[in-house]
């Protein structure tokens, strides 16, 4: 009886463990951005306190479609993106910024 419960527990833990070495699948799209289409805008970004602080906004940003390049700094208060017209508004990308818990107080 012991042996079946130590088999079973084997197996149980087993798969448990297996399951969070499992990498995700991720679909890899190429997106065509139009050189005659890029605009870069600075957003006035309230908030930021560090270089984390920073990373979040890239990481926000970087998720939209569109976006060619993308900075961000805590000491100036500000982020630069450069994005394809046609395919993301600027508004997108500020309601992108807020949504990573800072707040956009113009953009330019």
Do not use: W
Not at 47 to 71: D, F, H, W, Y
Not at 75 to 81: I, L, P, Q
Not at 89 to 95: D, K
Request: with cysteine; aromatic share 6%.
């Amino acid at each position: 009886m012991q042996k079946v419960f130590y088999l079973l527990a084997f197996i149980l833990l087993s798969g448990s463990c297996s399951s969070g070495t499992k990498k995700s699948e991720t679909t890899s799209e190429v997106q065509t951005i139009s050189a005659e289409h890029l605009t870069q805008v600075k957003f006035d970004v309230k908030g930021m306190t560090c270089e984390g602080c920073e990373n979040a906004i890239m990481t926000s940003i970087k998720k939209l479609e569109g976006i060619q390049e993308v900075s961000a700094s805590h000491t100036a208060g500000e982020s630069v993106v450069k994005f394809d017209s046609t395919l993301v508004r600027p508004e997108l990308i500020s309601e992108a910024i807020s949504g990573a818990g800072y707040e956009v107080t113009g953009f330019k």
